[in-house]
């Protein structure tokens, strides 16, 4: 059975951090793409971040560049995302994504994770 189970969120004041994980099981981890997605109250889930555990690659969205970083440990099957410097509007629930091989530009990925709160107050 495929399991992406997310960790780690909860309640930062703004420029604060938080660390998500996403637990994979199930599936090859070593060949998938691991992706962060977010979806605020009455807007469209955007994608947050991507890792791919076969080349290594990672891509960001504009908004997080410079603050969110995805990294993943094989040995754990483990991808996280470190968000530093919160801001309020990096509030939303956060869904982890995996995906055979390379990363995607888009919402088409294989499996899901329930998600996790993610709030930063100003």
Known sequence: ???LVESGGGLVQA???LRLSCAASGFAFDDYAIAW???APGKKREGVSCIS???GSTFYADSVKGRFTSSS???KNTVYLQMNSLKPEDT???YCAAVGGLCLFGPNYDYWGQGTQV???S
């Open 53 to 55: 555990n076969r080349d």
């Open 73 to 75: 440990n094989n040995a």
């Open 92 to 94: 939303a629930v956060y």
């Open 37 to 39: 997605f977010r979806q």
């Open 1 to 3: 059975e495929v399991q």
């Open 119 to 121: 709030t930063v107050s």
């Open 15 to 17: 420029g604060g951090s």
